[in-house]
T-cell receptor, first 109, second 111 residues
Framework: KQEVTQIPAALSVPEGENLVLNCSFTDSAIYNLQWFRQDPGKGLTSLLLIQSSQREQTSGRLNASLDKSSGRSTLYIAASQPGDSATYLCAVYGQNFVFGPGTRLSVLP | NAGVTQTPKFQVLKTGQSMTLQCAQDMNHEYMSWYRQDPGMGLRLIHYSVGAGITDQGEVPNGYNVSRSTTEDFPLRLLSAAPSQTSVYFC??????????FGPGTRLTVL
């Protein structure tokens, strides 16, 4: 059974810092990995999707990497802003989508 | 495009009552799914569908039924509500394993 974990569970940083969120999964037989953002009381918004054959994807200040063999992905956020405050979830797609518990990020002005 | 829509936004039920959570998408996606989100548990898959007429169980299917008569709609039925079903429910759709699009969620309380 696929299990997805995320470290840290919560993170608080001052504005402007670069930061890394981690996602680990137990079964490397995946088609892709996605990173989502969830604002309080809202649904999830997709940020990046990495196919299993890819090593990384970039969108603006976000960069996600994937090391399928070791079961790890990282989301790098450059020059963080207060508007980046949200919960970030990763999900892997094998037989179905399996989500991690999320990292709650607070960026302080 | 409206994307993925869910109704109602909020619902309070008494134990034993039944209800249907509605989900619709206008992106012609084949894959639709229902999740519940509980504090500390993340999102857990309840049921999913890979096309009209095809549904299957996810991780936590007990107490829920689904059907998929059209590509657009994927309702979730609670047969006899229990307090353990108090949660936030999200519907999502995608074209196969591609990017998932989520609805805004339904916050359900069962007393």
């Amino acid at each position: 059974k696929q299990e997805v974990t995320q470290i840290p569970a919560a993170l608080s940083v001052p504005e402007g810092e670069n930061l890394v969120l981690n996602c680990s999964f137990t079964d490397s037989a995946i088609y892709n990995l996605q990173w989502f953002r969830q604002d309080p009381g809202k649904g999830l918004t997709s940020l990046l999707l990495i196919q299993s054959s890819q090593r990384e994807q970039t969108s603006g200040r976000l960069n996600a990497s994937l090391d399928k063999s070791s079961g790890r992905s990282t989301l790098y956020i450059a020059a963080s802003q207060p508007g980046d405050s949200a919960t970030y979830l990763c999900a892997v797609y094998g037989q179905n989508f399996v989500f991690g518990p999320g990292t709650r990020l607070s960026v302080l002005p | 495009n409206a994307g993925v829509t869910q109704t109602p936004k909020f619902q309070v039920l008494k134990t034993g009552q039944s209800m249907t959570l509605q989900c619709a998408q206008d992106m012609n996606h084949e894959y639709m799914s229902w999740y519940r989100q509980d504090p500390g548990m993340g999102l857990r898959l309840i049921h999913y569908s890979v096309g009209a007429g095809i549904t299957d169980q996810g991780e936590v299917p007990n107490g829920y039924n689904v059907s998929r008569s059209t590509t657009e709609d994927f309702p979730l039925r609670l047969l006899s509500a229990a307090p353990s079903q108090t949660s936030v429910y999200f519907c999502a759709s995608s074209q196969g394993a591609d990017t998932q699009y989520f609805g805004p969620g339904t916050r359900l309380t069962v007393l």
